[in-house]
C-alpha cells in the first residue's frame, strides 16, 4: 500500500513525470551509443552540432531561466500567483510586446491560472504547492493556492 502525505500530494506526479524522463534519456543514450559503435566508432564518441545555426538565443535561454525560477518560487509564493506571473513572463518571451499581445498575455496569465487553480484544488481537492501568496476561504471551505 503507497501511503501518501495530503500536504505533498502533488509532488507525487512531477516525480513520477521524472522518473519517466530519466528513462527515456538512458534510452536515447543507449540507443545513440550503439548506432555509433554499428558506424565503427566509439559509445561516447562526441556528437555533432546540438544547436543549429541562428537558433534563438534569447527564447531558449530565457526559457531555461524563467523554467527554473518557476521551479524555485512556486513553493514560496503560491502556484496562482506565481503561475500568473510566470505565464505573463513566457508570453511576453514567445508573443512578443506589441500592445495587443501584451493584452491577450495578461488575460491568459490571469484566466488560466485561476481556472487551474480552481479546478484542481476546489473541483478535484488536489493540493498544489501553497505559499505566501495562498488565499483559504473558511466560510466556503476552499482555498487558492
Known amino acids: ?58 527564447k531558449l535561454w530565457g526559457t531555461l531561466i524563467l523554467f527554473a525560477g518557476y521551479i524555485f518560487v512556486i513553493d514560496k509564493v503560491g502556484f496562482t500567483v506565481t503561475s500568473m506571473i510566470f505565464v505573463l513572463l513566457f508570453n511576453l518571451l514567445y508573443a512578443g510586446l506589441g500592445k495587443k499581445q501584451v493584452l491577450v498575455s495578461v488575460i491568459i496569465a490571469i484566466v488560466a491560472p485561476l481556472i487551474i487553480s480552481i479546478m484542481f484544488g476546489v473541483v478535484f481537492n488536489i493540493t498544489l504547492p501553497k505559499g505566501m501568496c495562498s488565499i483559504t476561504f473558511v466560510d466556503y471551505g476552499f482555498t487558492i493556492y
Open 1 to 58: 500500500m503507497i501511503n501518501v502525505v495530503y500536504s505533498t500530494e502533488h509532488w507525487i506526479v512531477p516525480r513520477i513525470v521524472m522518473g519517466v524522463l530519466v528513462v527515456l534519456l538512458l534510452a536515447i543514450i543507449i540507443t545513440e551509443g550503439r548506432a555509433r559503435v554499428s558506424e565503427g566508432g566509439s559509445f561516447l564518441a562526441k556528437p555533432g552540432r546540438f544547436f543549429i545555426d541562428g537558433y534563438d538565443k534569447v
